[in-house]
């Protein structure tokens, strides 16, 4: 039988949206509690690196395609990069904050900052799957990378 | 009421501060992997539990503590399972003065 | 049905996390719990329709004070056994059976035995035997280990996962 | 008299963390090692809920709960690597 055992896959089964949901809560609140991009976006990735130990890699495939997490990783990157050049065209500095600033300690504050943090941690969710995945499943020698 | 509460809080820290040394010397003295993953598995898990039902308490019924309590007593059972189910198939054997070995009779 | 399940058990996880009623937090809860539903549902629960019954919820409530009894029991177990200076166990595997039939109950059954008094299971089987080790061995007979260990727990099991 | 209490309370599951760490020093096998691993990212998540009571900061809880999942995480992965699989089967 492939993965782990029966408890570790129904455990697995129940946990890995709640994992997904709390990494998304850490991105978000980036700006009123310590956490932020890096971390929300490791524990999205954990999530995958979870299915991908319990289950074998064809259901996390079948959840995130490893062309999937390149294309995530490449959009967190451009979302950084035009939220940094759009204060450029509003007002004339790199990464200047032009949004309103909201209510202090709510969600939606602080400008730029939340969407700057949504970018870091789309970048880093897809980059940790990806390393993870060339890491462990192309081992040198072994098994050469099929072309798609 | 709330000095109650109070008092109940620290009770309950201190009980899961116990229970966790407890496990950490099961860890210490105990002869083999199984029987320390057994006692150091049960007496943290309920130790951590009652340190976060005291928090919850002390810190006016902050309910992601229950949310913690929660996932600890999902994933550490689990855990403990799958570290034993790794160490009897990497063939570590059981302390010498076990009685029997129904999994190691069955494998074969 | 699936997605439902989800939905709700999410949004409460998203809710206690933040625990404020301000709009706009609650509406991207809800959109990031419609996301996770549509994204994860065909993994969570295999059986919704069982999750939606009000007895099955009650028979947990039911359960919890009796799990945390056999808990705090199983430590004082442990105390005992860790603290007395001779250390008077005598460890080995036992296999005992079990009526579950659904995965989820095996699994809940087998986490029940990992936390209470000297037992932690070690393998389960597709055909329902369950592989314990137990600090105590007092028989060795799967009809007498099982009456000893599994019984306490399978009657609400049963109530509650199947 | 009271401002001791919390470091007391530290002082003992700092006593924990230094039995395991003994266990991970002296554990004949590997498989001891990962135990003294797990049950110390337990403790840590007792440390966490300590300080989220003593210097009343809610977001320890948060860290708490990172905590157990990346714990758990980590003892599944260390126990695949022990049983001599690799990491996708």
């Given at each position: 039988?492939?993965?782990?055992?029966?408890?570790?896959?129904?455990?697995?089964?129940?946990?890995s949206p709640l994992i997904i949901l709390f990494g998304v809560y850490i991105v978000l609140h980036g700006h009123l509690t310590p956490g932020g991009g890096f971390p929300g976006g490791v524990m999205i990735a954990s999530c995958f690196i979870?299915?991908?130990?319990?289950?074998?890699?064809?259901?996390?495939?079948?959840k995130l395609k490893?062309s999937t997490s390149s294309v995530i990783e490449s959009l967190g990157v451009l979302i950084f990069l035009i939220l940094a050049l759009l204060g450029i065209f509003v007002g004339?500095y790199f990464f200047l904050n032009f949004l309103p600033l909201g209510h202090p300690l709510k969600i939606i504050s602080a400008g730029i900052i939340p969407l700057c943090y949504i970018g870091v941690g789309l970048e880093v969710a897809g980059a940790i799957f990806a390393v993870f995945?060339?890491?462990?499943?192309?081992?040198?020698?072994?098994?050469?990378?099929?072309?798609? | 009421?709330?000095?109650?509460?109070?008092?109940?809080?620290?009770?309950?820290?201190?009980?899961?501060?116990?229970?966790?040394?407890?496990?950490?010397?099961?860890?210490?003295?105990?002869?083999?992997?199984?029987?320390?993953?057994?006692?150091?598995?049960?007496?943290?898990?309920?130790?951590?539990?009652?340190?976060?039902?005291?928090?919850?308490?002390?810190?006016?019924?902050?309910?992601?503590?229950?949310?913690?309590?929660?996932?600890?007593?999902?994933?550490?059972?689990?855990?403990?399972?799958?570290?034993?189910?790794?160490?009897?198939?990497?063939?570590?054997?059981?302390?010498?003065?076990?009685?029997?070995?129904?999994?190691?009779?069955?494998?074969? | 049905?699936?997605?439902?399940?989800?939905f709700?058990?999410s949004f409460?996880c998203w809710m206690?996390l933040t625990w404020t009623?301000y709009l706009p937090s609650v509406l991207i809860g809800l959109g990031l719990a419609i996301l996770v539903s549509f994204w994860f549902?065909?993994?969570?629960?295999?059986?919704?329709?069982?999750?939606?019954?009000?007895?099955?919820?009650?028979?947990?409530?039911?359960?919890?004070?009796?799990?945390?009894?056999?808990?705090?029991?199983?430590?004082?177990?442990?105390?005992?056994?860790?603290?007395?200076?001779?250390?008077?166990?005598?460890?080995?595997?036992?296999?005992?059976?079990?009526?579950?039939?659904?995965?989820?109950?095996?699994?809940?059954?087998?986490?029940?035995?990992?936390?209470?008094?000297?037992?932690?299971?070690?393998?389960?089987?597709?055909?329902?035997?369950?592989?314990?080790?137990?600090?105590?061995?007092?028989?060795?007979?799967?009809?007498?280990?099982?009456?000893?260990?599994?019984?306490?727990?399978?009657?609400?099991?049963?109530?509650?996962?199947? | 008299?009271?401002?001791?209490?919390?470091?007391?309370?530290?002082?003992?599951?700092?006593?924990?963390?230094?039995?395991?760490?003994?266990?991970?020093?002296?554990?004949?096998?590997?498989?001891?090692?990962?135990?003294?691993?797990?049950?110390?990212?337990?403790?840590?998540?007792?440390?966490?809920?300590?300080?989220?009571?003593?210097?009343?900061?809610?977001f320890?809880?948060d860290i708490?709960i990172v905590?157990?999942l990346l714990?758990?995480?980590?003892?599944?992965?260390?126990?695949?690597?022990?049983?001599?699989?690799?990491?996708?089967?």
């Amino acid at each position: 039988m492939k993965g782990m055992t029966i408890i570790v896959k129904t455990i697995t089964k129940f946990l890995s949206p709640l994992i997904i949901l709390f990494g998304v809560y850490i991105v978000l609140h980036g700006h009123l509690t310590p956490g932020g991009g890096f971390p929300g976006g490791v524990m999205i990735a954990s999530c995958f690196i979870l299915l991908t130990l319990a289950y074998g890699k064809e259901i996390a495939y079948k959840k995130l395609k490893r062309s999937t997490s390149s294309v995530i990783e490449s959009l967190g990157v451009l979302i950084f990069l035009i939220l940094a050049l759009l204060g450029i065209f509003v007002g004339g500095y790199f990464f200047l904050n032009f949004l309103p600033l909201g209510h202090p300690l709510k969600i939606i504050s602080a400008g730029i900052i939340p969407l700057c943090y949504i970018g870091v941690g789309l970048e880093v969710a897809g980059a940790i799957f990806a390393v993870f995945l060339a890491l462990v499943l192309f081992k040198a020698g072994e098994e050469k990378e099929k072309p798609q | 009421m709330s000095e109650i509460v109070v008092i109940l809080g620290n009770v309950f820290i201190v009980v899961g501060l116990l229970f966790d040394l407890l496990g950490c010397i099961g860890l210490v003295r105990l002869p083999d992997v199984y029987n320390r993953l057994q006692a150091s598995t049960k007496c943290v898990t309920l130790g951590t539990c009652f340190i976060l039902f005291g928090s919850f308490l002390l810190m006016g019924f902050l309910w992601k503590a229950i949310l913690a309590i929660a996932f600890v007593v999902m994933t550490s059972p689990t855990g403990a399972h799958a570290i034993a189910h790794a160490a009897h198939h990497s063939g570590i054997k059981l302390w010498k003065k076990s009685v029997v070995d129904r999994y190691e009779e069955d494998k074969k | 049905m699936k997605r439902l399940a989800l939905f709700i058990v999410s949004f409460l996880c998203w809710m206690v996390l933040t625990w404020t009623l301000y709009l706009p937090s609650v509406l991207i809860g809800l959109g990031l719990a419609i996301l996770v539903s549509f994204w994860f549902a065909d993994l969570f629960i295999q059986e919704p329709r069982k999750f939606f019954q009000i007895k099955r919820l009650a028979f947990f409530l039911y359960y919890i004070p009796i799990f945390t009894y056999y808990c705090i029991m199983a430590n004082l177990d442990v105390a005992y056994r860790v603290l007395h200076p001779r250390l008077p166990i005598k460890p080995g595997i036992v296999k005992v059976k079990t009526s579950l039939k659904t995965p989820t109950g095996r699994v809940a059954l087998a986490n029940s035995i990992t936390l209470t008094p000297g037992t932690l299971s070690v393998e389960i089987t597709e055909e329902g035997y369950l592989y314990v080790h137990w600090i105590m061995v007092r028989t060795t007979d799967i009809k007498e280990a099982t009456e000893r260990i599994v019984r306490k727990f399978e009657p609400i099991l049963k109530e509650i996962f199947e | 008299m009271m401002t001791n209490v919390p470091f007391i309370f530290s002082l003992l599951l700092i006593v924990c963390c230094f039995l395991c760490l003994y266990r991970i020093f002296r554990g004949p096998t590997s498989a001891d090692r990962i135990v003294a691993v797990d049950i110390l990212g337990i403790l840590v998540v007792g440390f966490c809920a300590l300080f989220a009571v003593y210097t009343p900061r809610k977001f320890f809880m948060d860290i708490a709960i990172v905590w157990v999942l990346l714990g758990f995480i980590g003892a599944l992965a260390l126990a695949k690597y022990l049983e001599g699989k690799g990491f996708d089967e």
